[in-house]
């Protein structure tokens, strides 16, 4: 067995690679590794007669895996309790190669599993559906998809949120496969744990199994694969046994191989603690209990109570219509009609950008010029510029298409106070605008409640930066693939600051100053140890700084890998 094993994975390297990662990315096809399917089965399946349903089974490791854990508990043939769907047609020449051709009929189709019905399984109902449904966003659904996903929700009186990705039809629809006390154990992305639509999906989970159990995997699975998307592991058990008010419960586990440690404990569920706040799971549960009690102290304010904030403007083409001194030269465009933009954030380091910021953005020719063009453009050298801008791909330009004047992009919002880091590595950063400068989308734009100083402005970035507010970020942001953290404006606006009223204008001043300075040196630990003591070391919260600072540390950890 362990032979065949070897060549079967052998064959399956050599197979993934006859569909590109653009293909596999179109389909919503992520093939998971042999060692999770393992595990996964090995949790899943506890009987040599269950029967294994698997709805999308594209590079076949959970099938492998299933055949290896029915042959270990005694199953003398394991293939003719396992099921399929799938649509690929090579996900077909996988299946040749690891299931007996004479099990294949009757138990795998070629057919989209959200028109497969449980009425076409030989038997009432598996014992485990196991696998990892596709990612496909509802944007990049086809007009097809999009019917039949309709006819099906109003067909089971299921109210999903437009914005939902295949996955979760795909999790919803495997429930009528089961029989009472069936299970589930499925590969999802990230966005199960927090998207707005996963909350319906999260709930009719909890109304139809006794327990529920997600694990946020640290270890990235489909870098290579191109996704931004973490992995979290979805185990449901007892279906249809005191489903009302079943219970959630969400942990995390560094590797592959903490994960199959953690699963072996017969009682996971039980070990673990609901969690007070909806997040990923990579923040402990004691952090985020100590983060939530402090939140409701006295001078805690929300970002969303002295602020406001919107995403930055959409060019619709930013290489096309942002570029350097050195490439508008080129273009012979004059600085008339240019304008200082924010840049990309990783040329801005501090806590503010100042008229020298810009100077030195301008002379280092990087891209922080922005086309400003009147209605009707006269200059012959910016009339030959925008001409020259391809016709067919400005008429396919949805972002044009919804404008007056296409070259033009600016809104009618004001210039921003400062602007809102919201996607890095080291957490969210407020800069404030001290050159009346816009942004694009790449940054979102921050406007202080009408009276807010100059003062209390400093006051807020600097508190931004504290280990408390750094924590916060990770327990409302997203961790992205790539190990980024990214926050919604929504998200921003629930982060909670610690603004005290006891600090002078001097002392706030010299706070940032330093703060800025060691941003600007790169030196990110350096600079959460200023805005930590200035504003904490002398409170009677001093003393949750190591806890908040440790918890930081371990969730940044676990992010960034």
């Known amino acids: 067995m362990a032979a065949l094993l070897d060549h079967n994975r052998r064959d399956r390297e050599s197979d993934v690679q006859a569909h590109d990662i653009s293909h596999r990315k179109k389909i919503g096809a992520f093939y998971t590794p042999l060692t999770v399917s393992t595990v996964l089965s090995s949790w899943g399946i506890r009987s040599s007669k269950d029967t294994i349903l698997e709805p999308c089974f594209g590079g076949c490791t959970f099938l492998e895996a299933a055949v290896s854990r029915l042959t270990a508990l005694g199953s003398k043939t394991p293939e003719k309790n396992l099921f399929g769907c799938d649509i690929d047609p090579l996900a077909f020449v996988y299946l040749a190669k690891r299931v007996e051709r004479a099990t294949v009929d009757g138990h795998f189709f070629k057919q989209d599993f959200i028109k497969f019905l449980p009425d076409q399984l030989p038997h009432r109902g598996v014992d485990l559906v196991i696998g990892n449904p596709p990612y496909i966003r509802h944007s990049n659904f086809s007009s097809n998809q999009r019917?039949?996903?309709?006819?099906?929700?109003?067909?089971?009186?299921?109210?999903?949120?437009?914005?939902?990705?295949?996955?979760?039809?795909?999790?919803?629809?495997?429930?009528?496969?089961?029989?009472?006390?069936?299970?589930?154990?499925?590969?999802?992305?990230?966005?199960?744990?927090?998207?707005?639509?996963?909350?319906?999906v999260r709930k009719y989970l909890l109304n139809c199994f006794k327990t529920v159990t997600a694990i946020t995997l640290a270890e990235r699975l489909f870098v290579s694969e191109g996704t931004e998307e973490t992995t979290v592991i979805l185990l449901a058990d007892g279906y249809d046994i005191k489903p009302q008010n079943g219970s959630f419960r969400v942990t995390c586990a560094d590797s592959v191989d903490d994960l199959?440690?953690?699963?072996?404990?017969?009682?996971?569920?039980?070990?673990?603690?609901?969690?007070?706040?909806?997040?990923?799971?990579m923040v402990p549960i004691e952090v985020g209990n100590l983060h939530l009690t402090l939140s409701s102290k006295a001078e805690m304010r929300t970002l969303g109570s002295i602020a406001t904030m919107r995403i930055?403007?959409?060019?619709?083409?930013?290489?096309?219509?942002?570029?350097?001194?050195?490439?508008?030269?080129?273009?012979?465009?004059?600085?008339?009609?240019?304008?200082?933009?924010?840049?990309?954030?990783?040329?801005?380091?501090?806590?503010?950008?100042?008229?020298?910021?810009?100077?030195?953005?301008?002379?280092?020719?990087?891209?922080?010029?922005?086309?400003?063009t009147p209605a009707v453009p006269r200059a012959e050298n910016l009339v030959e510029y925008l001409n020259g801008y391809p016709k067919e791909k400005r008429k396919d330009n949805a972002t044009f298409a919804k404008r007056q004047i296409w070259h033009q992009f600016a809104d009618e919002y004001?210039?921003?106070?400062?602007?809102?880091?919201?996607?890095?590595?080291?957490?969210?950063?407020?800069?404030l605008n001290h050159v009346g400068a816009y942004a694009t989308n790449s940054v979102y734009r921050v406007?202080?409640?009408?009276?807010?100083?100059?003062?209390?402005?400093?006051?807020?970035?600097?508190?931004?930066?504290?280990?408390?507010?750094?924590?916060?970020?990770?327990?409302?942001?997203?961790?992205?693939?790539?190990?980024?953290?990214?926050?919604?404006?929504?998200?921003?606006?629930?982060?909670?600051?610690?603004?005290?009223?006891?600090?002078?204008?001097?002392?706030?001043?010299?706070?940032?100053?330093?703060?800025?300075?060691?941003?600007?040196?790169?030196?990110?630990?350096?600079?959460r140890v200023i805005a930590d003591d200035f504003l904490f070391s002398d409170t009677d919260l001093a003393n949750t700084l190591p806890s908040l600072r440790a918890g930081l540390s371990t969730v940044r950890q676990r992010r960034i890998r």
């Open 147 to 200: 019917a039949l996903l309709d006819t099906w929700t109003d067909a089971l009186g299921i109210k999903l949120h437009r914005r939902a990705n295949l996955w979760a039809y795909f999790v919803l629809h495997a429930l009528r496969f089961l029989k009472p006390g069936g299970r589930v154990a499925l590969v999802l992305p990230g966005s199960f744990l927090y998207a707005d639509y996963s909350a319906t």
């Open 260 to 281: 199959s440690k953690l699963i072996a404990n017969p009682d996971l569920h039980a070990s673990l603690h609901n969690q007070p706040y909806d997040g990923h799971g």
């Open 312 to 372: 930055g403007l959409v060019t619709g083409d930013t290489p096309y219509f942002i570029k350097s001194k050195r490439e508008w030269k080129k273009h012979n465009i004059d600085a008339q009609h240019l304008e200082y933009i924010f840049p990309k954030s990783v040329f801005v380091q501090g806590l503010v950008i100042n008229h020298l910021d810009k100077k030195q953005h301008i002379s280092d020719h990087v891209a922080c010029l922005a086309l400003s």
């Open 414 to 431: 004001p210039v921003p106070d400062a602007f809102f880091v919201f996607m890095t590595d080291y957490g969210p950063r407020i800069v």
């Open 447 to 527: 406007f202080f409640n009408e009276g807010t100083s100059v003062s209390q402005m400093k006051l807020v970035a600097v508190s931004m930066y504290t280990s408390f507010t750094q924590l916060g970020a990770e327990i409302v942001g997203h961790p992205r693939g790539s190990g980024a953290l990214k926050l919604e404006p929504s998200s921003a606006l629930k982060l909670v600051l610690y603004l005290p009223t006891d600090r002078s204008v001097d002392e706030i001043d010299v706070a940032f100053q330093q703060l800025d300075s060691r941003l600007r040196e790169s030196d990110l630990e350096g600079a």
